[in-house]
Each structure stands twice: as structure tokens, then as C-alpha cells.
């Protein structure tokens, strides 16, 4: 913008110093008009100049009318940049606002994604454990399974031992036993006593 404004500045001198030229122009025209009272001899040569000065005149004045067009234009073309520099600046602050909001939603995801990670850990972790405690669980259960069947087993062992000392036969028998026991015991006793008596 100070680029511009040095031009607009040396635009508006260029167009002073050929106002200030045409005013002097028409002074030296009025001042070399020759008048009916004199004849000067060189009257062609003063006419002459005069031509020279209008053309000069006209040529100033079309000058001057391409540096007030040139002039309008660059303004124009001053304006146009400056609104256009303006939107831009506009156009900057709406992308870097909407970057910084796209930064602060990347970093939120980012937070909420590592604290997902964190507890996806820890139930992993958690599930470890778990899964670990089972197997010792299942070890430990049929650890108890194979000594409890093993119990049994003996308990079924023992009484199937006692089932065979206690049948109704192995009983009637062990009474039999014991009765022809007491009968032999009974005879020998009465024997025993009438010995005793003959003597």
C-alpha cells in the first residue's frame, strides 16, 4: 500500500506542474497576440508561435487528461486490492479459526482415543487374571474331584469288606460255630464232674 500511495502521490505533482504549465501557456498567449494599433514585421513568426503554443496547449491538456485517467484507474485498481487484501485477511482468520477448532476436536479425539486404549487395556489385563484364576480354579477342583473318588473308592472298599463279615450266611455260621463251641465246652463239663463224684 505505500508503493501505491507514492505513485498516487507523484500522479497528483505531475498533474499540478501541467496546470501551473497551461496557466503560463495562456498567459504568454495573451501577451503575444499582436493588437490592430501596431504591425510587427514578424507578425508569421509570432503567429507561428502562437500555433505552437496551442498545439503545445492541446497536447498538455490531452496529457493531462491521460494522467487523471491513469490516475482514476490506479485508484480504482488501489481500492480493488485494498478490498480484496481485506476479504483475504477475512478469509485468513475464518481458516485459522477453523483450524484451531479442527486441532482442538483432533486433540479431544485423541485424548478420549488414548483413554480407550487405556481401559481396553485393563479389562485385557483384567480378563488375564481371570481367565488365569479359572485354570488354577479348575486344577484345584480336580485335584479335589480325583481325591474324593479316591475316598469313595476306599469307603466302598471298606464296606464292601464289612458287607462280607456281616452276611446272613457268614452270621448263621459264626452262630453255628459258636453253638457246637458251647455244646463241646457243656459235654466235657459234665464229664469232668461225674469223674469227680465216682472217686
Same mark, same amino acid.
Given at each position: 500500500?505505500?508503493?501505491?500511495?507514492?505513485?498516487?502521490?507523484?500522479?497528483?505533482?505531475?498533474?499540478?506542474?501541467?496546470?501551473?504549465?497551461?496557466?503560463?501557456?495562456?498567459?504568454?498567449?495573451?501577451?503575444?497576440?499582436?493588437?490592430?494599433?501596431? =504591425? $510587427?514585421?514578424?507578425? $508569421?513568426?509570432?503567429?507561428? %508561435?502562437?500555433? +505552437?503554443?496551442? +498545439?503545445? =496547449?492541446?497536447?498538455?491538456? !490531452?496529457?493531462?487528461?491521460?494522467?487523471? %485517467?491513469?490516475?482514476?484507474?490506479?485508484?480504482?485498481?488501489? $481500492?480493488?486490492?485494498?478490498?480484496? !487484501?481485506? =476479504?483475504?485477511?477475512?478469509?485468513?482468520?475464518?481458516? +485459522?479459526?477453523?483450524?484451531?477448532?479442527?486441532?482442538?476436536?483432533?486433540?479431544?479425539?485423541?485424548?478420549?482415543?488414548?483413554?480407550?486404549? %487405556?481401559?481396553?487395556?485393563?479389562?485385557?489385563?483384567?480378563?488375564?487374571?481371570?481367565?488365569?484364576?479359572?485354570?488354577? $480354579?479348575?486344577?484345584?477342583?480336580?485335584?479335589?474331584?480325583?481325591?474324593?473318588?479316591? +475316598?469313595?473308592?476306599?469307603?466302598?472298599?471298606? =464296606?464292601?469288606?464289612?458287607?462280607?463279615?456281616?452276611?446272613?450266611?457268614?452270621?448263621?455260621?459264626?452262630?453255628?460255630?459258636?453253638?457246637?463251641?458251647?455244646?463241646?465246652?457243656?459235654?466235657?463239663?459234665?464229664?469232668?464232674?461225674? !469223674?469227680?463224684?465216682?472217686?
Amino acid at each position: 500500500q505505500e508503493g501505491w500511495g507514492g505513485r498516487e502521490i507523484d500522479l497528483e505533482l505531475r498533474v499540478a506542474r501541467y496546470r501551473k504549465r497551461n496557466l503560463e501557456d495562456k498567459r504568454v498567449l495573451k501577451t503575444s497576440l499582436p493588437t490592430t494599433e501596431s =504591425h $510587427d514585421p514578424r507578425t $508569421d513568426e509570432v503567429i507561428k %508561435a502562437i500555433h +505552437q503554443l496551442l +498545439q503545445a =496547449h492541446k497536447i498538455a491538456k !490531452e496529457e493531462l487528461w491521460e494522467i487523471e %485517467a491513469k490516475k482514476e484507474a490506479l485508484k480504482k485498481e488501489l $481500492d480493488e486490492l485494498t478490498s480484496e !487484501e481485506t =476479504h483475504l485477511e477475512e478469509l485468513l482468520k475464518s481458516k +485459522q479459526e477453523s483450524l484451531r477448532i479442527l486441532q482442538q476436536h483432533n486433540r479431544e479425539k485423541e485424548s478420549k482415543m488414548l483413554r480407550k486404549q %487405556a481401559m481396553a487395556q485393563d479389562s485385557l489385563q483384567k480378563i488375564t487374571e481371570l481367565n488365569s484364576k479359572i485354570q488354577e $480354579d479348575k486344577v484345584k477342583k480336580k485335584k479335589l474331584r480325583m481325591e474324593f473318588e479316591q +475316598q469313595l473308592e476306599e469307603l466302598m472298599e471298606q =464296606h464292601k469288606t464289612l458287607w462280607e463279615l456281616h452276611t446272613p450266611e457268614r452270621l448263621s455260621q459264626e452262630i453255628n460255630t459258636m453253638a457246637q463251641y458251647l455244646g463241646t465246652a457243656s459235654e466235657g463239663g459234665k464229664a469232668s464232674s461225674g !469223674e469227680i463224684g465216682g472217686h
